[in-house]
């Protein structure tokens, strides 16, 4: 809740910092619209633990590129 509402309320602010890419939502579809409307509103999103930021659509394939292999890791941890 607290990020749908800050997602809303962008005003006046110039980007936001996270802690790490993880925070952002499990659900590719619901995480990639949140990453969208940054880019649309034109505002940075910062990740503290990574030292990644999204500014444009590269640095969001970036980014979706590292939750394809967090991903993948959870399924191989699940198996073993």
Same mark, same amino acid.
């Given at each position: ?11 006046? /602010?110039?980007?936001?910092?996270? =802690?790490?890419?993880? &925070?952002?939502? =499990?659900?590719?579809? +619901? ?5 969208? *409307?940054?880019?649309?509103? *034109? *505002? *940075?999103?910062?990740?503290?633990? +990574? ?5 444009? &659509? &590269? ?14 890791? /959870?399924?191989?941890? &699940?198996?073993?």
């Amino acid at each position: 809740h607290i990020l749908k509402d800050l997602l809303n309320n962008l005003s006046g /602010l110039h980007g936001v910092v996270a =802690y790490s890419v993880f &925070q952002m939502p =499990y659900d590719d579809t +619901e995480r990639k619209k949140v990453f969208k *409307k940054m880019l649309n509103k *034109k *505002k *940075k999103l910062f990740f503290a633990c +990574e030292n990644l930021e999204i500014t444009n &659509q &590269q640095d969001i394939n970036r980014i979706e590129n590292i939750w394809l292999v967090k991903k993948a890791s /959870l399924k191989s941890e &699940q198996k073993n």
